[in-house]
């Protein structure tokens, strides 16, 4: 049963701290996303890569975010340093590409910054 | 701007009939998606329209007028597993960015 794998499923840290999020698409997806939703701003696209080529990265905080895919199987999104406003969850997403755009949510990464 | 327009709340009855509409405007259009998204769990897809009128998915169908810039997901027979958020989205034309609403959140009473 294929599925996208996200790493950690829950997390709690301290406001500086670093926060590394992990997600594995399926298998053949080249396209992958960021999410990050919270109860006020709904779903926000932080990132998108296809074929691990970053394609827009404008909605992500660009001096604490970082979003890479060092290999087809793994993305990565990174926080440092951490503050509160950023607790939410953050769900990665993975789409063949195709023109009906269907996405696969991963189960998210809930980030609590205390 | 991009904006995307649904009702925060709708309840109904079991067995029964729902309508959530979604209004949109985008500066693009490349189709409208419909995701349900049980509390807790992530977003899972329901129907993708790209064509104006009514696509049927079971108990489930999806209308789209690009003209007024308006859809709806039609739920029928109602069942208490249909609690759940309801998000509409919109695929930008260049890039197929979705754009996201809020979401509906949808309570089914007995």
């Known amino acids: 049963d294929a599925r996208v794998t996200q790493t950690p499923r829950d997390k709690v840290t301290e406001m500086g701290q670093e926060v590394t999020m992990r997600c594995q698409p399926i298998?053949?997806?080249?396209?992958v996303f960021w999410y990050r939703q919270t109860m006020m701003q709904g779903l926000e696209l932080l990132a998108y890569?296809?074929?691990?080529?970053?394609?827009?990265d404008s909605g992500m905080p660009k001096d604490r975010f970082s979003a890479e895919m060092p290999d087809a199987t793994l993305a990565t999104l990174k926080i440092q340093p951490s503050e509160p406003r950023d607790s939410a969850v953050y769900f990665c997403?993975?789409?063949?590409?195709?023109?009906?755009?269907?996405?696969?949510f991963g189960e998210g990464s809930r980030l609590t910054v205390l | 701007g991009q904006n995307i327009d649904q009702p925060t709340e709708m309840t109904a009855t079991e067995g029964a009939i729902v309508q959530i509409n979604c209004t949109y405007q985008?500066?693009?259009?490349?189709?409208l998606f419909w995701y349900q998204q049980h509390a807790g769990e992530a977003p899972t897809f329901l129907s993708y329209?790209?064509l104006d009128g009514l696509e049927e998915k079971g108990r489930f169908s999806s209308f789209l007028s690009r003209s007024k810039g308006y859809s709806y997901l039609l739920l029928k027979e109602l069942q208490m597993k249909d609690s759940a958020s309801y998000l509409c989205?919109?695929?930008?034309?260049?890039?197929?960015?979705?754009?996201w609403g809020l979401g509906t959140s949808l309570a089914v009473n007995p």
């Open positions: 997403a993975s789409a063949t590409g195709g023109t009906t755009g269907e996405l696969f």
């Open positions: 329209n790209v």
């Open positions: 890569f296809r074929n691990r080529a970053p394609l827009d």
């Open positions: 985008t500066s693009g259009f490349n189709g």
């Open positions: 989205a919109v695929s930008d034309a260049n890039n197929r960015k979705l754009i």
């Open positions: 298998l053949g997806h080249n396209t």
